[in-house]
Each structure stands twice: as structure tokens, then as C-alpha cells.
Nanobody, 126 residues
Framework: QVQLVESGGGLVQAGGSLRLSCAASGRTFSMYAMGWFRQAPGKEREFVASINWNGGTTYYKDSVHGRFTISRDKAKNTVYLQMNSLKLEDTAVYFC???????????????????WGQGTQVTVSS
């Protein structure tokens, strides 16, 4: 059974940085694409970033491109989201997800991910 555990959320001032981590277990980590999604209060969950199974391809939501960086560490079975220049509108619960298919090249679509973490809260203050 897949388990994804996010950490690293918190309260930060606008312009600051946070690094989220997601530790994965239960499936061979290096065979699956990983993604980060977020859900703001009163809004639907949305795509933030994804990385393919070997780390060679990444995708970003337009509004975070250039500020956020997704990466993965095969040895630690962990995916990261480095978030810089945070804005008020980045406030949300951030979820880690693992792809449904192996050797997948990554995706913007939630339906392509079948395992989800519990989420970690990121709050950006003015």
C-alpha cells in the first residue's frame, strides 16, 4: 500500500521561501512520476508541478513557473517542492501525489495520479 507523507508547510511572509517534502513508500519510487497539487479555501484542488519517473522532465503551473522547483531524490524516496518568492495567493493545502502508471512522463491532470498524501498547510502572510 502506497503511503505519501508531506512535511515542510508552515507560515511564511510574502516573498519568503519554503521547501515541502514528500516521503513515499509502498511502491518502487523510481518507477513513478510524482506531483504536487494544492487546494485553497473554497476552491478546487489544482495542479502545481510534476516530475517524471527519472527526474528528467518537469511541468509547472504557469503562475508558479520560475518561483517553484520540483525535484526528487531516488535514494531517499522523496520528492521536494522548493517554493521561493511566495505570494498571498500561494496559500493552500499542498498535496503530494504519485502517478497511476509506471515510467510515466508526468502530467497536469489529477486523474493520472492515484495515490495522495494528507496534505500540508502553507500560509503566506502580508
Amino acid at each position: 500500500q502506497v503511503q505519501l507523507v508531506e512535511s515542510g508547510g508552515g507560515l511564511v511572509q510574502a516573498g519568503g521561501s519554503l521547501r515541502l517534502s514528500c516521503a513515499a513508500s509502498g511502491r518502487t519510487f523510481s518507477m513513478y512520476a510524482m506531483g504536487w497539487f494544492r487546494q485553497a479555501p473554497g476552491k478546487e484542488r489544482e495542479f502545481v508541478a510534476s516530475i517524471n519517473w527519472n527526474g528528467g522532465t518537469t511541468y509547472y503551473k504557469d503562475s508558479v513557473h520560475g518561483r517553484f522547483t520540483i525535484s526528487r531524490d531516488k535514494a531517499k524516496n522523496t520528492v521536494y517542492l522548493q517554493m521561493n518568492s511566495l505570494k498571498l495567493e500561494d496559500t493552500a493545502v499542498y498535496f503530494c501525489a504519485q502517478s497511476r502508471s509506471t515510467f510515466y512522463d508526468g502530467s497536469y491532470y489529477q486523474a493520472d495520479f492515484d495515490s495522495w498524501g494528507q496534505g500540508t498547510q502553507v500560509t503566506v502572510s502580508s
